[in-house]
């Protein structure tokens, strides 16, 4: 596969439906390779009969390396010429984490490999877009990133559904096994996107040393100077914090209290919460512009503690998901 993109500047982009479709591909198995992790992650541990607070170590330290490798990973970003490239090697990093958990449950073994693959989420994700960027262009990108979505949600929708039914079929492992089995079709996905299609120019600046480097160490110190973006990002981070664990520890306590079909009930709790948003994201969108951000903001963090609380006072089945996707519309 090559993986050099173009040195040319294409005013007018105009992409092969080769590459388009490629594109397409790799929205929808990666999101789908995704899947796997999170709150099947925790079920399967909880399987495996590790305490919640060992679950809850190695989820909080592939979080943290996430986090952490946000900043270095926009600037890798920035350096590797080839997003295809950075692309392969994180889908590959990817599949080796989910395989290492889905063959072994040792503690050093995954913790290790979720530390792997939260560090894949600073530049994988990232690489998508920029490669749609070269593709297409800034005129066209937003259509395009509302096609990624698409696909992105169709590839994990039906994933999850398929990995409960693989969990309650057979075992929590082989959910993991299939999606280090779906890296593969990503691949080829990736193989059928052009390189002369590709304009590095529009995907990324046209060399790292371009930028001098007290240029660079001044734009990240202005961001800690501004108190709006600190506020923001403060309140991002405790929602986060509050919000993240929520699911894995549902599925968990299901795991704890017996629960046989803990599989498709967890695959119901990411599905239909899904579905509801897919409807109701133009809407919402519609308000954002009518009403402005703050207030929807504020509805949405106001719904967590609610949502935590009655998450903390029953585990029955039917009621986590009409609850689930009641709130769905409310945090989105």
């Not at 304009?199 to 790292?208: C, E, H, K, L």
């Not at 954002?288 to 951000?293: L, V």
């Amino acid at each position: 596969m090559r993986v050099r993109e173009s040195r040319f500047v294409n005013t007018n982009p105009s992409p092969s439906r080769t590459s388009l479709n490629g594109l397409d591909g790799i929205n929808f198995f990666n999101a789908a390779m995704l899947a796997g992790f999170g709150p099947y992650v925790a079920v399967y541990l909880a399987e495996q009969q590790w305490t919640q607070g060992h679950i809850g170590l190695v989820l909080t330290a592939s979080g943290l390396t996430g986090l952490l490798a946000l900043m270095p990973g926009g600037e890798l970003l920035d350096v590797v010429r080839s997003k295809r490239a950075l692309v392969a090697f994180g889908a590959i990093m990817v599949a080796l984490s989910a395989f290492v958990i889905g063959i072994w449950s040792d503690f050093p073994l995954v913790f290790t490999a979720l530390v792997v693959h939260g560090s894949t989420g600073a530049f994988l994700g990232p690489a998508i877009v920029a490669i749609s960027l070269g593709l297409v262009g800034h005129s066209a990108l937003s259509e395009r990133l509302g096609r990624n979505q698409r696909f992105a949600a169709t590839g994990s929708l039906m994933a999850t559904g398929l990995m409960g039914l693989i969990g309650y079929l057979l075992s929590y492992p082989a959910i993991f096994v299939i999606s280090a089995a779906l890296a593969f079709p990503l691949l080829v996905a990736l193989a059928a996107i052009r390189a002369s299609d590709i304009d590095f120019a529009r995907s990324g600046v046209s060399s790292y040393s371009d930028v001098p480097t007290s240029t660079t160490s001044t734009a990240h110190r202005s961001l800690w100077k501004s108190l709006e973006l600190l506020t923001f990002a403060a309140c991002l981070f405790l929602f986060q914090l509050a919000n993240a664990a929520i699911l894995p520890l549902v599925g968990a306590d299901l795991v704890y209290q017996g629960e046989s079909s803990s599989s498709l009930i967890v695959a119901a709790l990411m599905i239909l919460p899904q579905i509801v948003v897919a409807f109701l994201a133009p809407w919402v969108g519609l308000r954002a512009q009518t009403w402005g951000r703050r207030p929807l903001l504020l509805i949405g963090f106001g719904a967590l503690p609610i949502r935590a609380t009655l998450f903390a006072l029953t585990a029955d089945p039917s009621f986590l998901v009409a609850f689930s996707c009641s709130m769905a519309s409310v945090v989105l």
